[in-house]
C-alpha cells in the first residue's frame, strides 16, 4: 500500500512541476501566480468531488453512480440562467462574486436539505429513490432553463455557455480562499466519520449489527456530500463523470476497501487526471473544447466499459 | 368503461377548445361566415397545430407503452432510455456533415443515431446482472448524459449549442402548414404497433415464456425498438422534445387497464393527446397572449405526476 501511495505522490508532483514550469517564456511572475491559482483549484475540487464519490458510492454500496446526479448539475444551470435571465447578462460579471458563490452554494445546499429530509421522513426509505427523484427534479430544472436560455439574447447566452461547462482558465482567485477555508472546515469535520466507512460498506443491516446508528451517520455523511459537490461546482462549475472515473480507477489501482488509504488515492488521482485534461485543453486543443467535455467523454466510455465489464 | 367514454368526450372538447385559443379572437360562431383571414388563420395554423398534437402526443405514449413493456420496467421509455439524445446527436451531426440536407434526409439520419442508441441501452440492460426496477431508467439516463455530451462536444466547438436547443425544444407554437407533414409518417408505425399489440404484450411476460409460446422473441423486440426510434425521431425533429410523456402516460392507463397492450393502446393515445392538448391550451392561456412552450408546462405537470406514481408506488411496496 505504502509502495502506491507514494507512486501516486510521485506522478502527482511531477506532473505539477511539469504544468507550473512548461513553455514558461517571459514574465515567469505573472505566468507562475496564474497557474499556481489553476493548480490550487484542481487541488480544491479534484479532492472534494473525489472524496464525496467514494463515500457515496459506499453508503449507496454501488460503483457505477455519483453525487452529481440528484439533480445539483441542473440546478446550478438553473440559477446561472436564472441570473442572466432576469438582470442581465452584465450583472453576472459584475456581481460580487462572493455573494455570487455563496448563493449558488446555499441554494444548492437547501435543495439537497429539502430533499433528504422529505426523503427520510417516509419509512423504509430507499436510496435510489432519492436518487431518480432527484434526477427528475433535475430534468425539470434542465426544461425550466432550457426554456429561458431561448429567450435570452445570444450574446448573453455566451455568458451562460461559459458556465454550462467547468473551466480552470479563470478561478477567481477571492472564491479560492473562501472555498479553501470551507472545504478545509468540512473536511476535519469528516475525519470523524471516517471510521464509519468501513462497516458501512459492509452494507446496512451489517453496520447497524456492528453497533453503527445507521440513519443519523448517513445524513451526516450525504450532507458531507452536498457541501463538498456544492463548493466545486460553484467555483469552477460542473463535471458530471469525474467523480465515477476517479472513484473506479481507485478501487482498481489501490485494490483495497479500506477508507482512509482509498481517499487518499482518490485524491492524488483525481488531481492528475483533472491537470492531464487540462493540459490537453491548453496545449493539443488550444482552448477550444473545456476540461468538463473532455472528462465526460472520457468518464462515460469508462462507465460504459465499466457496465458492460460487471455482467462477465 | 365509463373513463373511456369521459377521456373521448374530453379529447373532443379539448380539440375544440384548441382551435378557438389564440391570439387573432375566432369564436366558435364564427364559423358559419369565415372571413378570409379567419379561414387562412384556421388552416394555417390553428389545424396543423391541433392535428401535430394530437398525433405527437398520442404516438409518443405508444412509443412509452411498448418499452416499458419490452423492457418489463415501468420507468423506461424514450426519455430515460438514451433514444431522444441519441436522436439529439443525430441531428447535430445532420446539421454539420449535411448542412444542406432538407428534413427527410436530417430526419432518416436523426432515425439511424436513435435506433443505434436505443439498441445499444437494450445491450447494456441484456449484460447488467443487478436489474433493480429503479436502477434501470438510472443506467439509461446516464446513458442519455454520455451520449449528451458528445453532442455538447462538437456543439461548443462548432458553436451551436443554442441553435440546437432552441431547436429542439419541444414547442408548438412554430408548427404551421408546410413544418409539420412530417409528422404524418408517424401514423403507419403507430398501426404497425396496433396490429402486433399481442404480439409485444407475449414479449413482455420474458424470453423464455415468449419463445415457449412460439413467438420469435428477437424479432417482435427489434421491430417494437425500431417502431420507437421511428416516432421519437419524427417528433423530436417536427415539435421538439416532450420531457415525461412516454413515461406518464402509459403508467397512469396501465393502472386502470392492466398490462394487455391490445386493450390498453387505445386508451393511452387517446390519453396522451388529452394530456398534450391540456398542456398546450393551459400555456396558452397562463400569459396571453404570449406564450409558453409546452416543454415546460409539460416538465412542470409531468415531474409533479411522476413524483406523485413514484411515492405512490414506494407507499404501496412496503
Known amino acids: 500500500m505504502k509502495t502506491k501511495l507514494i507512486i501516486l505522490v510521485t506522478i502527482t508532483a511531477a506532473i505539477i512541476t511539469l504544468f507550473l514550469f512548461i513553455d514558461m517564456g517571459g514574465y515567469w511572475g505573472y505566468i507562475l501566480t496564474r497557474r499556481l491559482n489553476k493548480i490550487l483549484a484542481i487541488i480544491l475540487t479534484g479532492s472534494s468531488i473525489g472524496v464525496s464519490t467514494i463515500i457515496f458510492q459506499t453508503i449507496t454500496n454501488n460503483k457505477i453512480l455519483t453525487p452529481n446526479i440528484i439533480g445539483l448539475d441542473s440546478l446550478y444551470m438553473l440559477i446561472q440562467t436564472v441570473v442572466v435571465f432576469t438582470f442581465g447578462a452584465n450583472t453576472l460579471t459584475m456581481m460580487n462574486s462572493n455573494i455570487h458563490f455563496l448563493i449558488s452554494v446555499g441554494l444548492m445546499l437547501v435543495f439537497s436539505a429539502l430533499l433528504y429530509t422529505f426523503l427520510f421522513k417516509r419509512e423504509g426509505q430507499n436510496i435510489y429513490y432519492l436518487l431518480l427523484v432527484g434526477l427528475i427534479l433535475g430534468t425539470l430544472f434542465s426544461s425550466i432553463s432550457s426554456f429561458m436560455q431561448i429567450l435570452i439574447d445570444p450574446n448573453e447566452f455566451l455568458v451562460v455557455r461559459d458556465s454550462m461547462f467547468a473551466s480552470f482558465n479563470n478561478v477567481n482567485t477571492q472564491l479560492l480562499l473562501i472555498s479553501s477555508v470551507s472545504v478545509v472546515l468540512i473536511g476535519l469535520y469528516f475525519l470523524r466519520f471516517i471510521k464509519y466507512l468501513d462497516v458501512l460498506s459492509l452494507g446496512k443491516e451489517q ?19 452536498a457541501v463538498l459537490v456544492s463548493i466545486s461546482t460553484a467555483l469552477v462549475g460542473p463535471i458530471t463523470f469525474l467523480g465515477l472515473l476517479v472513484a473506479n480507477i481507485t478501487y482498481h489501482f489501490m485494490g483495497t476497501y ?43 466510455l469508462y462507465f460504459l466499459y465499466l457496465l458492460l465489464k460487471e455482467s462477465k | 368503461m365509463r373513463k373511456g367514454y369521459l377521456l373521448i368526450i374530453a379529447l373532443f372538447l379539448l380539440s375544440f377548445i384548441s382551435l378557438f385559443v389564440g391570439v387573432k379572437n375566432i369564436s366558435p360562431l364564427d364559423l358559419f361566415h369565415l372571413t378570409q383571414d379567419q379561414q387562412k388563420i384556421l388552416t ?51 446539421l454539420l456533415v449535411f448542412p444542406a440536407a432538407g428534413m427527410l434526409e436530417k430526419m432518416a439520419i436523426a432515425f439511424a443515431f436513435a435506433l443505434a442508441g436505443t439498441f445499444i441501452f437494450m445491450k447494456i440492460l441484456d449484460h447488467i446482472k443487478f436489474k433493480n426496477t429503479i436502477f434501470i431508467p438510472l443506467v439509461g439516463l446516464m446513458f442519455g448524459n454520455i451520449v449528451g455530451s458528445i453532442t455538447t462536444f462538437f456543439g461548443l466547438k462548432y458553436n451551436l449549442i443554442q441553435s440546437i436547443s432552441s431547436w429542439l425544444h419541444g414547442d408548438f407554437s412554430m408548427v404551421i402548414e408546410g413544418r409539420y407533414e412530417l409528422l404524418y409518417i408517424s401514423i403507419p408505425a403507430i398501426i404497425l404497433a396496433y396490429l402486433f399489440a399481442n404480439r409485444f404484450t407475449l414479449a413482455g ?8 409460446l412460439g413467438l420469435s422473441y428477437k424479432r417482435i423486440v427489434n421491430l417494437g425498438l425500431i417502431i420507437v426510434a421511428f416516432v421519437s425521431s419524427i ?12 413515461l406518464i402516460v402509459p403508467n397512469i392507463v396501465t393502472i386502470f387497464r392492466g398490462d394487455n397492450i391490445k386493450k390498453s393502446i387505445f386508451p393511452t393515445a387517446v390519453m396522451g393527446a388529452v394530456f398534450v392538448l391540456f398542456c398546450d391550451i393551459l400555456g396558452r392561456i397562463i400569459i396571453y397572449p ?12 409531468g415531474s409533479a405526476i411522476f413524483l406523485y406514481l413514484l411515492l405512490g408506488r414506494n407507499a404501496h411496496e412496503n
Open chain 2, 235 to 246: 417528433v423530436i425533429l417536427t415539435v421538439g422534445t416532450l420531457p415525461f410523456l412516454g
Open chain 2, 44 to 94: 394555417v395554423s390553428r389545424l396543423p397545430r391541433l392535428i401535430s398534437i394530437l398525433i405527437a402526443g398520442s404516438s409518443l405514449s405508444i412509443c412509452g407503452l411498448i418499452m416499458q413493456q419490452l423492457t418489463r420496467n415501468k420507468f423506461v421509455s424514450p426519455t430515460t432510455a438514451g433514444t431522444m439524445d441519441s436522436a439529439r446527436l443525430g441531428v447535430l451531426v445532420s
Open chain 2, 290 to 301: 404570449y406564450e409558453i412552450s409546452i416543454s415546460l408546462t409539460i416538465g412542470i405537470i
Open chain 2, 205 to 212: 411476460m420474458g424470453e423464455d415464456l415468449a419463445v415457449n
Open chain 1, 207 to 225: 453496520a447497524i449489527n456492528l453497533g453503527v446508528s445507521y440513519d443519523p451517520v448517513v445524513k451526516r455523511l450525504l450532507m458531507i456530500i
Open chain 1, 258 to 300: 479500506q477508507h482512509k488509504h482509498l481517499f487518499a488515492g482518490s485524491i492524488f488521482i483525481s488531481i492528475i487526471s483533472l491537470i492531464g485534461a487540462q493540459m490537453l485543453v491548453e496545449r493539443v486543443f488550444h482552448f477550444s473544447t473545456s476540461v468538463s467535455v473532455i472528462i465526460n467523454l472520457v468518464g462515460g
